[in-house]
Antibody, heavy 122, light 107 residues
């Protein structure tokens, strides 16, 4: 079955960097666009970024544009989120989520990982 | 940005009864609306896409309706496992946005 497992979360100081990973299994990873979605403590879900199936196209929420970079390694069935210049407001559980299509277009998510917690604090 | 507003914030319903959850968009999203169920310690689970299409493996007691700016998720014959938080999500425009959620509690 489809499995998405995030890792790389932790506590980091403001202004520092962190890289999240999402290991995929149970499906043909290279055939699907992938997203990152986050939930800050006590708040709702916020979409963060998307990458096309081949990795050639990306799109970001304004709140992370210029600071976060989404990427993927289809040879390793792994999705990444490089987070730079982290802020307190980036504190959240970060989920990777599968898009049923290949392209970078708004769509829904048919599978989600369990999430990894990122805490930005001094 | 399209703002999604869900109501009520909390809904208390008895097992076996019907629950009706609402989601309103600040502008038309056509039928590009999904519903998710979330339980403690679990990620969101896709229930409905396209406003009314049940996702694979979702029980027939879950139904979605609406288009444009007004959407409804109806759960008929509530079972114990249905008590959870439900979110709507629009995917008509960037950025993708979610409602704040409706908590469905046991009455």
């Amino acid at each position: 079955q489809v499995q998405l497992v995030e890792s790389g979360g932790g506590v980091v100081q403001p202004g520092r960097s962190l890289r999240l990973s999402c290991a995929a299994s149970g499906f043909s990873f290279s055939a699907y666009a992938m997203h990152w979605v986050r939930r800050a403590p006590g708040k709702g879900l916020e979409w963060v970024a998307v990458i096309s199936s081949a990795g050639s196209n990306t799109y970001y929420a304004d709140s992370v544009k210029g600071r976060f970079t989404i990427s993927r390694d289809n040879s390793k069935d792994t999705l990444y989120l490089q987070m730079n210049t982290l802020r307190a407001e980036d504190t959240a559980i970060y989920y990777c989520a599968r898009d049923p299509r290949t392209m970078v277009r708004p769509y829904y998510f048919d599978s989600w990982g369990q999430g990894t917690l990122v805490t930005v604090s001094s | 940005e399209i703002v999604m507003t869900q109501s009520p914030g909390t809904l208390s319903v008895s097992p076996g009864e019907r629950a009706t959850l609402s989601c309103r968009a600040s502008q038309s999203v056509n039928s590009n609306l999904a519903w998710y169920q979330e339980k403690p310690g679990q990620p969101p689970r896709l229930l409905i896409n396209g406003g009314s299409t049940r996702a694979t493996g979702i029980a027939a007691r879950f139904s979605g309706s609406g288009s444009g700016t007004e959407f409804t998720l109806t759960i008929s014959g509530l079972q114990s496992e249905d008590f959870a938080v439900y979110y709507c999500q629009q995917y008509n425009n960037w950025p993708i946005t979610f409602g704040q959620g409706t908590r469905l509690d046991i009455k």
